[in-house]
């Protein structure tokens, strides 16, 4: 069976809804048709006190390349006892 490498790129800098978000780590995944942004242990929690969940995400690489206000198409969300994992799914920038 024939590998593929993914095109995981380590991020910075995360805002929700402009509003900063910190984390344990957290990467971008560049697939053909979508993004996906996968954060671990995000705080705040993306789910904000004024409205049911977030409407777009804004990154930054670790390498300094910035994607502001991507709409967030769909997301999933893991908890476990010791880390919560959230995965923001979203088409790439034009």
């Known amino acids: 069976m024939e590998q593929t490498s993914r095109s995981l790129f380590p991020l910075a800098n995360i805002w929700l809804d402009d509003a900063p978000t910190t984390f344990t780590h957290a990467f971008l995944e560049r ?7 996968e ?4 705080f705040p929690l ?3 006190e004024d409205r049911e969940l977030v409407l777009d995400i ?3 690489q670790t390498d300094g390349t910035l994607f502001a206000h991507l709409p967030i198409q ?3 969300i ?4 010791e880390f919560s994992v959230y995965r923001f799914h ?3 920038p034009e």
């Open 78 to 81: 893991e908890a476990g006892n």
């Open 39 to 42: 954060i671990v242990n995000p």
């Open 58 to 60: 804004s990154i930054e």
């Open 74 to 76: 769909s997301y999933s």
């Open 90 to 92: 979203m088409y790439p």
């Open 46 to 48: 993306p789910l904000l």
């Open 31 to 37: 697939l053909a048709y979508e993004w996906m942004v």
